[in-house]
């Protein structure tokens, strides 16, 4: 059957997405060294993927995306430190915390400009600055979260120096939910949602009922953002007020629109450039880094990362949804 | 109560003149330009160059300070800023963002990373009693100025052949260009008096909010929500909504305490843009 | 005599403006009605008032016979009241599949599931009939935007199908189609099954008189007259109006 | 396979990561090259080029090598690049550390990788607990604030408003003030807070001025000072009879030239001042100015200088010796003079022991300076001794 078949073909593996996800857990044999930058960028590809949750699919952009990531932090610090430093049940619960504040905040951005929904998600992260910086007893102020002592992987391997587990532990965590989010951008709900970025009155005149909807994948991104944070918390043992910074927000978005939105890898390979461009610009010249990380950025957008990306978006596009 | 009052305008004012030619570019022109306050910046670098180096008067500053500004305007307009008119808002916020990045590190490496500060004239320091009110004479000083030129902006924008054809090439460029506007040329001379703008705003600004290489990105969060608030349709908007934020920001940090007055701004932020998504003072749709 | 949809004095007021002035209107089970009107007589509105995407002023919008005055577009839709659009509003980086899926899984309530892909069997086989109905069946894996603009109207009025609509709301469907094409979807509006009732809302005054066994005419936001076809054209007040409209209808 | 893997995963980090018997000593100086805190990391930078450059790159036979890394700030950054700096680079020194967060966030990798954090800027007494492997060449906010307070008193101040920005080492400084304030019998009136991201004084001082104290305590973070001091001014509060006390940062010598008469007058205590009467500190001075453009050190600068001073010093005792444990022997108790004057490691607390002087900002050939009138010997980190 023609139509069956149609589909199958949308949701089916590529080669190149093979590859990738082999090299990514091929890079845990690599040598030490380089598995803290690796870490790293495993957490911003997951924090950059849960952007594109609500930015690629649904349209909705976000200037204050920390708050979920610095909620999730924040959520996995506190219980490592207070109930049992298991670092599973500890991510679980930065899930479920992060969601929650993301089913509540939805409504917030429900309608609006771009404009609008910049300044609200902006204004929802700063003020949960503020209340983190105010509740020094929970959350240690300026100073950091504390004491943190993070409980072995499976109850086998601890957080080394090295980085190793750690990267072993972001990149599992973000393969899982990378799959799940690539099930969830095939099923009907991320087609509906697709049909709400491009026109939601549209949308919604073939019976699609968007209000459920958003509040539904803002949830779901909120949870993604949480993960990302308790990663940071639980590999690094420290959570400080930074995790809900507005250059966090600012950066996942930049790291997500240099790779591209609207298809899963794009916050990966954001991510991915982003931080390599990051630690190999600030390596060689720590005080001015930000000169050529700045022309980058301007040559990108100049160029056309559409132009520029389509040779190679266009290639990858048909082997990788 | 009524010095605190004073106070919150003089800083609206400044908060209103810095923000307006966002307000334009973003309004108006519909360009999400994060980078609005490099202008400033620059404004205010000239500022103090020209009273360090030189010890030119504080008020030959200001006008230099519009025109350098309004300069780079111009010229990173004419290259750059037009090639992304009508695209996608996500590439402006990449592109503008990068353009901070350089200001700020060629900023930081030409004239190092402290803070810099003026000596105002000594006519402009001090207070002085006003209807039985206190205030400072700078702030003053700014209240006449910024109000002048908030003034001078609506009349501009309703009342000159100027404003006509700006509005006009808003509304529908190719409309406008039918109608022999040269809309090319409108954006830029807008968005280089927008830059200006910003640029006086930064001159008159590094007394009161100090100047460093990362004054863009200090600042640009009240930008947006000086223009958020006040909505996108025209001047008037931005310039109630600056005062708003300048009455609030001082009267919420006065009468409440530090931990609650920080977030007050924010809190009245959401509100406001979820009851009105379009900014509180923009005309309804 | 059956109401499939119904307002009853519905006004809508734009600030000092008033769109739409006390409507009441009535559509009969099966009927095949018209709607027309000069320009800016207050059609759109009207429309966006029945779907749900204004809200009324004044008055009340009933679905065979159930209030749904306050109801969100998209539970109308899935109540039956369904529309298509007049200007070309389909997702163009869409295929006429995913756009099908997107109308038919929605009805079938598997809209929001996240887990199975897009395309079970049920949704599978109800795209295949819509797509044999309307003549789409080879243009499927296509992008929308890359489709005969002939064939992107009948998409249009396919999706709308696939909602399975008890009222439908026609807007201009033949608008903009090069004479070639125009007779496709001529016949696909004539092969609506007949249970299915039909607002037709047009310009172009050879469709309407071809089609509909109802006319009314809307000015000003009000509803000027109703009536057979050969009563509207014999109404001077009608035509007072269209010739008042220089080069018009 | 995977199961070797990890076994040897697990073996290596059991080794302890430092460089035995090499004939380079690394140090990893982290500091925040960008961002808000740039001209700290700047300072920094340039005192330990200077120490290289006057005392040479080679001691007990060991050539010292620094490795300079930006970490914006960012404490997981820090983190991070400390990490890394052990595992790839193995160096046997840690320093830097522009905020707290940053020199805390890195505590436990010093305490693990059992190699010495050598703080040069940050403040928060309690850093030296975090890790037996840190020590601190810079000072705490309470070592400033502590004997403001004691002046203060002495000096007919009786009800003081304090202000602070609301962070940790606002909090520190208004803590540690108020307690020794009304210990000695002063009156707190109110602990205002100002939050960091605050570009407008006016409503705070406002306040201030309004309870008509006899002086107003501030802390501000460096950078923040001159707007504050002019603000206050310009609200006529000097003329009104409010005394400013504070502790160093808000006329920190990096800015205070261009701060412009408004602050003359500002009594303040901290540590290091560029006018410091020492001939030591007159040639640090000099040869700061001539390799920086002319820029003046500020008391971010001696931090780096004086820490860079410590790792040599205990490579000599040492021996060359660059393990972790020999080196943090080496470097308790020891004691030298810097620019600032005779200074100290604790050998208890590994905390830094200084005099702090009393200070009144004055102009001296036409340039603003911080100008000693007063000198308390010794000074140890008060938060740290009450806990005794």
């Given at each position: ?111 609006g ?21 105010a ?57 509906s ?129 | ?128 009693e006003?209807l ?19 003034l ?17 090439a ?14 090319g ?54 310039f ?34 979820v ?11 | ?19 739409t ?49 306050g ?109 070639a ?5 001529l ?63 | 396979?995977?199961r ?37 990391g ?11 450059a ?10 010292v ?82 004997p ?5 008193v ?29 210990a ?66 808000v ?33 640090y ?60 490691i ?34 140890k ?6 806990k005794?």
């Amino acid at each position: 059957m023609s139509v069956t078949a149609s589909f199958s073909r949308r949701a089916r593996w590529r080669l190149p997405e093979i590859v990738f996800w082999l090299l990514a857990f091929a890079a845990l044999l690599l040598p030490p060294g380089k598995h803290l930058l690796l870490n790293e960028i495993a957490i911003l590809a997951l924090f950059a993927l849960s952007l594109d949750l609500i930015l690629g699919y649904a349209g909705i952009i976000s200037l204050g995306h920390a708050a979920f990531f610095g909620t999730g932090a924040y959520a996995a610090g506190l219980f490592c430190k207070l109930v049992t430093p298991d670092p599973h049940t500890g991510l679980a619960v930065a899930i479920v915390v992060a969601a929650a504040l993301g089913a509540a905040t939805s409504l917030l951005v429900l309608r609006g400009s771009d404009l609008t929904r910049l300044m609200v998600t902006l204004a929802v992260a700063l003020v949960l600055h503020e209340v983190a910086n105010a509740l020094p007893l929970w959350t240690g102020g300026a100073d950091g979260l504390q004491g943190m002592t993070v409980g072995p992987l499976l109850g086998h391997f601890d957080f080394d120096l090295y980085g190793r587990t750690a990267y072993a532990y972001s990149l599992v965590t973000l393969f899982v939910l990378f799959l799940l989010a690539r099930r969830i951008v095939h099923s009907p709900f991320g087609l509906s949602l697709m049909a709400i970025r491009r026109n939601p009155l549209r949308a919604s005149a073939l019976g699609v009922p968007n209000r459920s909807r958003l509040i539904a994948v803002y949830t779901l991104s909120a949870a993604y953002a949480g993960a990302a944070g308790a990663l940071l918390a639980q590999t690094t043992a420290y959570v400080s007020l930074e995790v809900l910074d507005f250059q966090r927000s600012a950066d996942v978005l930049l790291a997500l629109i240099i790779g591209g939105t609207g298809w899963l890898y794009g916050g990966l390979a954001g991510a991915i450039a982003f931080k390599v461009l990051q630690d190999v610009l600030s390596a060689s010249a720590p005080q001015f880094w930000m000169f050529w990380m700045g022309l980058f950025l301007v040559v990108l957008a100049l160029v056309g990362r559409e132009r520029l990306g389509q040779g190679v978006r266009g290639l990858l596009a048909k082997v990788m949804p | 109560m009524a010095t605190i009052l004073f106070d919150g305008v003089a800083y609206g004012m400044l908060m209103f003149i810095l923000a307006c030619g966002l307000a334009v570019t973003l309004g108006l022109m519909n360009f999400v330009n994060l980078a609005h306050g490099a202008f400033a910046m620059a404004g205010g670098y000239v500022t103090v160059t020209l009273m360090d180096r030189w010890g030119v008067p504080f008020l030959a500053c200001l006008p230099a300070a519009f025109v350098a500004s309004a300069a780079l305007g111009l010229v990173l307009e004419r290259t750059l800023y037009r090639h992304l008119y009508g695209r996608d808002h996500l590439e402006q916020v990449l592109f503008s963002i990068g353009l901070v990045f350089i200001a700020v590190a060629t900023t930081d490496y030409f004239m190092g990373s402290s803070q810099r500060n003026i000596t105002l004239p000594s006519w402009l320091q001090g207070r002085r009693e006003i209807l039985g009110v206190s205030v400072g004479l700078y702030r003053s000083f700014l209240i006449v100025v910024c109000g002048a030129l908030a003034l001078g902006l609506q009349l501009g924008l309703t009342r000159t052949r100027f404003g006509s054809r700006l509005r006009a090439a808003v509304d529908d460029a190719r409309v406008a260009r039918g109608l022999g506007i040269p809309v090319g040329l409108v954006f830029a001379a807008t968005f280089a008096v927008g830059s200006g703008l910003a640029g006086l705003g930064g001159a008159l600004g590094v007394e009161l909010l100090g100047l460093d290489p990362y004054f863009p990105m200090k600042f640009l969060i009240y930008f947006l929500i000086v223009v958020a608030v006040g909505g996108t349709s025209g001047i008037m908007g931005p310039f109630l909504a600056a005062l708003l934020l300048g009455i609030a920001d001082v009267a919420g940090k006065y009468y409440l305490s530090s931990a609650l007055g920080g977030f007050v701004i924010y809190l009245v932020l959401i509100v406001v843009l979820v009851l009105r998504p379009h900014g509180l003072f923009a005309r309804a749709r | 005599m059956d109401v499939a949809l119904e307002t009853r004095n519905l006004g809508k007021r734009f600030g000092g403006l008033v769109a739409t002035n006390g409507v009441s209107f009535k559509l009969e089970r099966g009927a095949r009605h018209a709607l027309i009107g000069p320009n800016g007589a207050g059609k759109t509105t009207f429309v966006n008032l029945l779907t749900g995407v204004l809200a009324p002023s004044a008055g009340r919008v009933l679905l065979e016979d159930e209030d749904i005055t306050g109801l969100r577009p998209e539970t109308r839709v899935r109540r039956g009241l369904v529309r298509t659009f007049q200007i070309n509003q389909l997702f163009a980086d869409l295929t006429p599949l995913e756009t099908l899926a997107l109308a038919a899984g929605e009805r079938l309530g598997y809209g929001g599931r996240w887990w199975p892909p897009v395309g079970g069997r049920t949704v599978a086989r109800e795209i295949e009939h819509v797509a044999t109905r309307f003549g789409l069946g080879d243009v499927l894996d296509r992008r929308t935007d890359t489709l005969p603009y002939g064939k992107q109207r009948l998409l249009e009025i396919a999706v709308a199908f696939a909602c399975a609509p008890r009222v439908l709301l026609l807007d201009e469907p033949a608008a903009g189609v090069p004479a070639a094409e125009r007779q496709d979807i001529l016949d696909a509006i004539a092969a609506l099954p007949a249970d299915v009732s039909v607002l037709l809302i047009e310009h172009d005054m050879d469709l309407v008189f071809s089609f509909a066994q109802r006319i009314s005419v809307l000015v000003d936001g009000a509803l000027l007259v109703e009536g057979t076809p050969a009563e509207i054209e014999a109404d001077p007040r009608v035509r007072a109006v269209y010739l008042g409209e220089a080069g018009h209808g | 396979m995977l199961r070797r893997e990890i076994l040897t995963i697990a073996a290596l980090s059991l080794l302890p990561v430092v460089a035995f018997a090499q004939d380079t000593v690394k140090i990893g100086l982290i500091l925040p090259m960008t961002g808000q805190q740039a001209s700290t990391g700047k300072q920094i930078d340039a005192a330990v080029k200077l120490y290289q450059a006057q005392h040479g790159t080679t001691v007990a036979g060991k050539k010292v090598e620094v490795i300079l890394k930006d970490d914006t700030s960012v404490p997981d950054v820090t983190k991070r690049l400390a990490q890394e700096l052990v595992v790839n680079d193995k160096v046997a020194v840690l320093a830097g550390f522009g905020i707290t967060p940053s020199a805390m966030a890195t505590a436990p990798i010093a305490t693990q990788a059992k190699v010495p954090e050598v703080v040069m800027a940050a403040g928060t007494s309690s850093i030296t607990e975090a890790s037996p492997f840190v020590v601190r060449t810079s000072f705490t906010l309470a070592q400033s604030a502590v004997p403001m307070a004691e002046w203060a008193v002495k000096n007919g101040i009786k009800r003081v408003v304090t202000m602070v920005s609301d962070y940790g080492p606002g909090i520190d400084a208004e803590k540690s003030f108020s307690d020794r304030f009304k210990a000695e019998g002063g009156t707190i009136i109110e602990n205002l807070r100002v939050p960091m991201r605050a570009p407008d004084f006016a409503p705070v001082l406002q306040k201030a001025a309004d309870t008509k104290a006899d002086a107003l305590f501030v802390f501000v973070p460096s950078g923040a000072g001159a707007q504050f001091v002019k603000q206050f001014v310009e609200r006529g509060l000097d003329k009104g009879g409010m005394k400013l006390i504070a502790t160093g940062d808000v006329t920190d010598d990096d800015q205070l030239a261009g701060m412009g008469d408004a602050v003359v007058g500002v009594i303040n205590a901290h540590n290091y001042s560029a006018n410091h009467d020492s001939a030591l500190n007159k040639s640090y001075v000099e040869a700061f100015r001539k390799a920086n453009g002319g820029l003046r050190p500020n008391f971010m600068s001696v931090g780096g200088y004086d820490g860079m001073h410590l790792i040599y010093e205990a490579l000599k005792k040492t021996g060359g010796d660059a393990s972790g444990d020999k080196l943090m022997a080496a470097m308790k108790g020891l004691a030298w003079e810097s620019p600032r004057g005779p200074i100290s490691i604790d050998p208890d607390t590994r905390d830094i022991v200084q005099n702090i002087y009393i200070r009144k900002v004055e102009k001296k050939d036409g340039e603003l300076y911080n100008v000693e009138f007063a000198t308390i010997p010794n000074v140890k980190d008060p938060v740290k001794a009450a806990k005794k």
